[in-house]
């Protein structure tokens, strides 16, 4: 076996094909999960477009991976499409990550907040994020959470840190 595998540069084992095989399926299920508006995004070939519009309508659980599978086979014969599809998958999900990130640091910078203890730390580093926020209405609705435990002040908080932030950095 040695043999062969210093013989053939080009030789793929089976487990490698396999696991290249299933790489791709993944990404075809992917691409049968995304919203028709998602799909728009990408510049897919006809044939591409075929069946993955032909997977997308079919029902039933075991139809569909059926043509799922189907779908990987062609995406596996159009490599230059499948990479176009991988790249583009990889920048929207590079995206998504920035911004659960965002609305983590939002999240958290809300809580420290609407903590008396942690309440003047976090309006600095409100201010260094969001510049122009209006801090008298986010001290005030911080206060109303601190002295009433207000949950609409709480979200209302979010929600302003949330518009200001995304207008700071149009897209």
Do not use: W
Not at 62 to 83: P, W
Not at 103 to 122: G, K, M, N, P, V
């Amino acid at each position: 076996m040695e043999e062969l595998n210093s013989q053939d540069e080009n030789y793929v084992s089976k487990t490698q094909r396999k696991k290249q095989a299933k790489e791709v399926e993944q990404v075809a299920e992917q691409l049968v999960a995304m919203t028709a508006s998602q799909i728009q995004a990408f510049a897919l070939p006809d044939t591409i477009a075929r069946e993955l519009k032909l997977a997308r309508a079919t029902e039933g659980r075991s139809s569909q991976r059926r043509q799922i599978k189907h779908l990987a086979g062609v995406l596996r014969k159009n490599e230059e499409a499948f990479d176009g599809i991988v790249q583009h998958l990889n920048a929207v999900d590079q995206v998504a990550r920035q911004d659960r990130k965002q609305f983590h640091q939002i999240e958290d910078l809300r809580d420290r907040l609407c903590q008396e203890a942690t309440f003047s730390d976090a309006c600095k580093d409100l201010q260094e994020l969001a510049p122009r926020i209006n801090m008298k209405m986010i001290s005030r609705l911080a206060r109303s959470v601190h002295e009433h435990d207000d949950r609409r002040a709480y979200r209302d908080i979010f929600k302003r840190i949330k518009q200001e932030v995304d207008s700071a950095n149009p897209e």
